[in-house]
T-cell receptor, first 113, second 113 residues
Framework: KQEVTQIPAALSVPEGENLVLNCSFTDSAIYNLQWFRQDPGKGLTSLLLIQSSQREQTSGRLNASLDKSSGRSTLYIAASQPGDSATYLCAVRRVRDTDKLIFGTGTRLQVFP | DVKVTQSSRYLVKRTGEKVFLECVQDMDHENMFWYRQDPGLGLRLIYFSYDVKMKEKGDIPEGYSVSREKKERFSLILESASTNQTSMYLC???FGPGIYGYTFGSGTRLTVV
């Protein structure tokens, strides 16, 4: 059974810090891993999609890496801002049972001025 | 950008009512999904559809049904709403299985009283 874990569960940092959010998964047979952002009471916004053959993806201040063999992904946020405050979720699409996304437990981030 | 639109942001319904949640996507995606999200339980898959008039049960289908008469529209139906169906409902779509990412709607917060 695929399990996806995110560490830390919550994080509170001052503005300007560089951050690393971690995601680990137990079954390395995946098509891809996707990072999402969720603001309170809202839907999920896709941040980055990394295919299993890729090592990393970048979008602006965000960089996501993937090490499929060790079952790990990190989301790096450079120069954090209060507007980055949200819950961040990772999710994997596995080769077996490909129609389902398996979500992580989430990291709740607060960036204060 | 792909857009997934959920027709209502907030809904309040009475116990026993039949409730329809509507979801429309505008990018010819094959796959569509309904999730519910509850504190401490994360996102759980209710139903999904990989083609018009096709549907598959997810992890928690009891008390729900779905309809997909057109490719762009996927409806979630609560046949007789109960208070334990109070939740955030999220619709998502994907171009297809495997390598494609998911796009989520903005969510419907349903309260059953």
């Amino acid at each position: 059974k695929q399990e996806v874990t995110q560490i830390p569960a919550a994080l509170s940092v001052p503005e300007g810090e560089n951050l690393v959010l971690n995601c680990s998964f137990t079954d390395s047979a995946i098509y891809n891993l996707q990072w999402f952002r969720q603001d309170p009471g809202k839907g999920l916004t896709s941040l980055l999609l990394i295919q299993s053959s890729q090592r990393e993806q970048t979008s602006g201040r965000l960089n996501a890496s993937l090490d499929k063999s060790s079952g790990r992904s990190t989301l790096y946020i450079a120069a954090s801002q209060p507007g980055d405050s949200a819950t961040y979720l990772c999710a994997v699409r596995r080769v077996r049972d490909t129609d389902k996304l398996i979500f992580g437990t989430g990291t709740r981030l607060q960036v204060f001025p | 950008d792909v857009k997934v639109t959920q027709s209502s942001r907030y809904l309040v319904k009475r116990t026993g009512e039949k409730v329809f949640l509507e979801c429309v996507q505008d990018m010819d995606h094959e796959n569509m999904f309904w999730y519910r999200q509850d504190p401490g339980l994360g996102l759980r898959l209710i139903y999904f559809s990989y083609d018009v008039k096709m549907k598959e049960k997810g992890d928690i289908p009891e008390g729900y049904s779905v309809s997909r008469e057109k490719k762009e529209r996927f409806s979630l139906i609560l046949e007789s709403a109960s208070t334990n169906q109070t939740s955030m409902y999220l619709c998502a779509s994907s171009f297809g299985p495997g390598i494609y990412g998911y796009t989520f709607g903005s969510g419907t917060r349903l309260t059953v009283v």
